[in-house]
């Protein structure tokens, strides 16, 4: 086959194979812009739009940051007082419908502040612990539980403390 061509290529007359030649050449061109200009151009363009649209979601999030930043700090100030943590205490116990199961809340001299639960579901108590210290940065420096029968109560004596 190709001696064939090969064979008529030199058989043609010299305007033909300038015909061809250019013939040629325009169309590698064609596919070259079509098969590989175009598409790359396209993703330079959508590519192009996505780091735009990144860098305005950068910018949102680094405005976010400072937020939580100072959110986080008036929390820590509000509790950096024994008094403001022991305020913060009574008022996530009461969100959670935990203030009727608290029997003694106190400060204590190393400015943390022992609570005592004589009877509380252990579920709820687990839900309060952990919304203080998402939601609050107070942490259990200890605790002591016993079960109470074949129930899902428990006695509860904590210590807590600001992180």
Do not use: C
């Not at 990144?54 to 405005?63: G, T, Y």
């Not at 930043?69 to 996530?92: F, M």
């Amino acid at each position: 086959m190709w001696s064939s061509i090969k064979l008529n290529w030199h058989n043609a007359p010299n305007n033909d194979r300038r015909i061809y030649m250019l013939l040629a050449v325009v169309v590698g061109l064609a596919f070259i812009y079509a098969f590989i200009w175009l598409p790359s151009n396209h993703a330079r363009l959508r590519l192009a739009q996505e780091v735009i649209e990144k860098e305005s979601q950068l910018q949102l999030m680094q405005a976010q940051v400072m937020q939580v930043q100072a959110l986080q700090s008036a929390v820590k100030l509000s509790h950096s007082n024994a008094q403001g943590l022991q305020t913060a205490l009574e008022s996530s116990a009461k969100l959670h419908g935990l203030t009727s199961n608290i029997s003694k809340i106190q400060l204590n001299e190393e400015g943390a502040v022992d609570i005592n639960l004589p009877k509380v579901n252990f579920d709820s108590w687990i839900s309060w612990v952990n919304a203080l210290q998402t939601e609050h940065q107070i942490r259990a420096l200890n605790a002591h539980i016993a079960a109470l029968g074949n129930t899902s109560l428990v006695q509860v004596d904590a210590t807590f403390s600001a992180q």
